[in-house]
């Protein structure tokens, strides 16, 4: 399939034939489910901790007698009945992290691409490059309507393009090798760079 190539400046570049292996399929939303939740919980901390009975400070001393009160039986206060006292079986550090195939993980970036075809939310520039200027990149931003942006560059991502590019709110930079599901996903246009193209045929194949 075939699909326009733009400048930055938005004037034509001709056009690029793209793989319909990768941009060509029909989306599956069971495929990229899985793909994005194994991502997530892969970046999940699980640093969540909470104290047992064994690590609250109160006294360990026993606080009444066992007989004779008319009351329960109990020994101190850090049992998890009391205010303050120890969790049972609360959180604690733990990986959230799962299994997923590589083989998997690319069908999952492959319909993600095509997801994007499909939307009409895919475009290829010539080049990623910027004269370091923030402000004259986020004029050529807003002229080409983009909002919630990333692009995936080839690589490498042009240094000039990077920093022009830091302090406009809503447009991410990735090489290709960091391109991913979630992130294709998340944003509201998804922008290739020609090399970005190659590169991705040459990971997905």
């Keep these: 399939m075939k699909l326009d190539v733009i400048k930055m400046d938005g004037a034509k570049a001709g056009s690029v034939d793209l793989d319909e292996a990768l941009f060509g399929l029909e989306p ?9 939740r194994w991502q997530r919980n892969n970046a999940q901390q699980g ?7 064994s690590e609250t400070s109160y006294s360990t001393k026993k606080i009444y007698r066992q007989k004779g009160t008319g009351g329960a039986r109990h020994g101190d206060r850090n049992a998890p009945i009391f205010r ?10 733990r990986s959230h992290g799962h299994e997923l195939t590589k083989k998997f993980r690319k069908l999952g970036l492959r319909h993600a691409l095509s997801a994007k075809m499909k939307a009409g939310e895919l475009v290829i520039i010539d080049a990623a490059v910027a004269a ?26 042009n240094e000039d393009f990077l920093i022009a590019s830091r302090n406009i709110e809503g447009l991410d930079i990735l090489p290709s090798m960091g391109a991913n599901v979630y992130d294709i996903l998340k944003s509201d246009t998804l922008v290739l760079t020609k090399a970005g193209v190659e590169a991705l045929e040459a990971r997905l194949k």
Aim: no cysteine.
């Design 28 to 36: 599956r939303a069971d495929i990229l489910h899985r793909v994005v």
């Design 47 to 53: 640093t969540h901790k909470v104290k047992t009975r």
């Design 84 to 93: 303050k006292g120890g969790i049972y079986k609360g959180p604690t550090p």
């Design 132 to 157: 370091g200027k923030t402000a004259a990149l986020a004029k050529q931003v807003k002229d080409l309507g983009w909002k919630r942006t990333l692009v995936v560059d080839g690589a490498s991502v």
